[in-house]
């Protein structure tokens, strides 16, 4: 017969999210997502009559990177291995989009609410921004935030026994 050891419940604790480093990074992340949001938002509304089938992307990039800082804020970090892929992709999108925005100078293009090389500009800066997101994502990745250590009330007369 085993007599039960355990009268409480555990007190889970994430050692590795009380570090200063961690909780810098984790700022660092949310920031750079909601930098990212901000900057895809200036850039597709300030495009808007240009963009042709980008418009519902973006405007659910832009949700995205909202939702995932929200999570990252609230120590999720099975996200940030996504968040690196989606920067990823949005920097390669960047990158195609960036001289697309410049070609559009010339003559005979309809110019959107804000000028054609002010957005090319905003998407160079976006590009660097997701490289930046990238790096803080997979670097706070790294730091282990989900380790979890329990620690179990002791007995009345002392600590548990060994083996418990």
């Known amino acids: 017969m085993t007599r039960d050891v355990h009268r409480g419940e555990p007190t889970i604790e994430h050692p590795n999210r009380a570090k ?3 909780q810098a990074m984790r700022a660092v992340v949310v920031v750079v997502l909601i930098l990212s949001a901000l900057l895809i938002a200036v ?4 495009g808007w009559s240009a ?3 980008m418009k519902p992307i973006c405007v659910v990039w832009i ?3 909202l939702a995932f800082a929200y999570f990252v804020a609230k120590w999720s970090r099975g996200v940030l ?3 690196a892929t989606l920067a990823m ?3 390669v999108f960047g990158m195609i989009a960036t001289p697309a925005w410049v070609n559009r100078e010339g003559f005979g293009y309809a110019q959107p609410a804000l000028s054609s090389s002010v957005l090319a ?3 160079a800066i976006l590009v ?3 490289l930046l997101v990238i790096i803080a994502s997979l670097y706070a990745f790294r730091q282990q935030w989900n380790v979890e250590v329990e620690h179990w009330p002791a007995e009345e007369g002392g600590s548990l026994p060994a083996g418990a």
């Open 20 to 22: 200063g480093a961690s």
């Open 51 to 53: 963009l042709a089938g």
């Open 128 to 130: 660097a921004l997701q």
């Open 121 to 123: 500009s905003l998407t």
């Open 63 to 65: 949700i995205l990177d």
């Open 89 to 91: 992709m949005m920097g």
């Open 81 to 83: 291995p996504v968040i």
């Open 43 to 46: 850039i597709t509304f300030g």
